[in-house]
T-cell receptor, first 112, second 115 residues
């Protein structure tokens, strides 16, 4: 069964600190892996998209990594800001079909 | 260029009533996807449509749910005879193309509450 598991479920960090969120997936083969940010009450917004052949992708303070051998991805956030408080969702696009497969997300809270 | 628009943002229905959710894609986008997010769950794919065609409805419940994307106007997700278990956030996304390389842009969602 195609699954996407994320950890931790929630995380609290101080403003200015770095953090890393984890994603393990069983979807295979896949076309790409995406990270989205979802603010409370809003729709998800794309942060990064990586194909299976890419190892890393950056978008400002967000850096995603992908290890296709171990089927793991991570999202690293540097110098966190209060506005980073949100749910971060790992999403895999299988090679077959059109349905994206979403993880449940990691809820990040950044406090001052 | 306005983003994906969904309305209403909040919808309350009694059990047995019908719910109609609307999605206007971004300008120039002809591909629309509907997702459902149950409380404490991740988003789940429901249906993928192009103008006047349903391409993939593998995530749609077999009964009471239907979707359309007419030549003119927004895409509509229709839920007949709603039950409490239909309470969820429904998100629509649009893209300029249908392949995996295309970005999907999400709307703000419609929160359906069934009482």
């Amino acid at each position: 069964k195609n699954q996407v598991e994320q950890s931790p479920q929630s995380l609290i960090i101080l403003e200015g600190k770095n953090c890393t969120l984890q994603c393990n997936y069983t979807v295979s083969p896949f076309s790409n892996l995406r990270w989205y940010k979802q603010d409370t009450g809003r729709g998800p917004v794309s942060l990064t998209i990586m194909t299976f052949s890419e190892n890393t992708k950056s978008n400002g303070r967000y850096t995603a990594t992908l290890d296709a051998d171990t089927k793991q991805s991570s999202l690293h956030i540097t110098a966190s800001q209060l506005s980073d408080s949100a749910s971060y969702i790992c999403v895999v696009h299988p090679q077959a079909g059109t349905a994206l497969i979403f993880g449940k997300g990691t809820t990040l809270s950044v406090s001052s | 260029n306005a983003g994906v628009m969904q309305n209403p943002r909040h919808l309350v229905r009694r059990r047995g009533q019908e719910a109609r959710l609307r999605c206007s894609p971004m300008k120039g986008h002809s591909h629309v996807y509907w997702y459902r997010q149950l409380p404490e769950e991740g988003l789940k794919f429901m249906v993928y449509l192009q103008k006047e065609n349903i391409i993939d409805e593998s995530g749609m419940p077999k009964e009471r749910f239907s979707a359309e994307f007419p030549k003119e106007g927004p895409s509509i997700l229709r839920i007949q005879q709603v039950v409490r278990g239909d309470s969820a956030a429904y998100f629509c996304a649009s893209s300029p193309g249908g392949g995996p390389s295309y970005e999907q842009y999400f709307g703000p969602g419609t929160r359906l509450t069934v009482t």
